[in-house]
C-alpha cells in the first residue's frame, strides 16, 4: 500500500493535475516550484496515481471487508493474476523511477499518464475528470477539517 500522503500534498497535486488538464500555464509552472526539502509536484503526482490504484483496483475483483480468508485469497490471486493490474504496477513504478529528477514537460507527461490511468481504470471520463479531482480536493479538505476541530 501507497504511504498515506499529507492532506497538503494532496492539495498541490491536485492542484497540477487541474492545471495539466486545463492548460493552464501559469499555475502549472507554480505548483512546480517547491522548498528544499519539499516532495516534488511530478513526485507527489505519482504518489497520487499509486494511492488511487490502491484504492480502485481491489474493488474491481470484489475484496471488501468481510470477505473469509479463502474468498479473500481467492479474490487476490486473480487481481494479482490480472493483466491490467500488472501493467498499472509497471506503469506506476515507471512513473516514479521518471518523478524524481523530471523536467516539466516530463512533469506534464506523468500527470497527463495519471490522469488517463483514472479514466482508464474507473467510471470517470475526460468530461468528469474535474469534477474528479474537486471531490478528491474537497474529501482532503474536510479531512483537514476534521483533523484541527
Known amino acids: 500500500m501507497a504511504d498515506q500522503m499529507a492532506p497538503d500534498d494532496i492539495l498541490r497535486a491536485c492542484g497540477y493535475l487541474e492545471a495539466v488538464w486545463m492548460e493552464d500555464a501559469a499555475n ?15 513526485v507527489l503526482v505519482t504518489q497520487l496515481g499509486d494511492s488511487i490504484m490502491q484504492l480502485l483496483l481491489p474493488g474491481r ?44 514537460g516530463q512533469s506534464e507527461t506523468i500527470a497527463r499518464a495519471v490522469i488517463s490511468y483514472i479514466v482508464s481504470v474507473s467510471d470517470a ?24 476541530a
Not at 509552472?29 to 516534488?40: K, N, Q, V
Not at 500488472?86 to 529528477?101: D, F, M, Q
Open 28 to 42: 502549472k509552472a507554480a505548483l512546480l516550484s517547491h522548498h528544499p526539502g519539499e516532495m516534488s509536484t511530478p
Open 61 to 104: 475483483f470484489g475484496i471488501h471487508d468481510g470477505l473469509s480468508p479463502q474468498e479473500l485469497q481467492a479474490a487476490a490471486e486473480a487481481m494479482h493474476a490480472d493483466p491490467a493490474v500488472r501493467v498499472s504496477k509497471i506503469l506506476i513504478e515507471t512513473l516514479k523511477e521518471i518523478a524524481p529528477t523530471a523536467s516539466p
Open 125 to 148: 471520463t475526460p468530461e468528469t475528470v474535474m469534477p474528479l479531482l474537486a471531490h478528491l480536493r474537497e474529501s482532503t479538505l474536510q479531512r483537514l477539517g476534521d483533523q484541527s
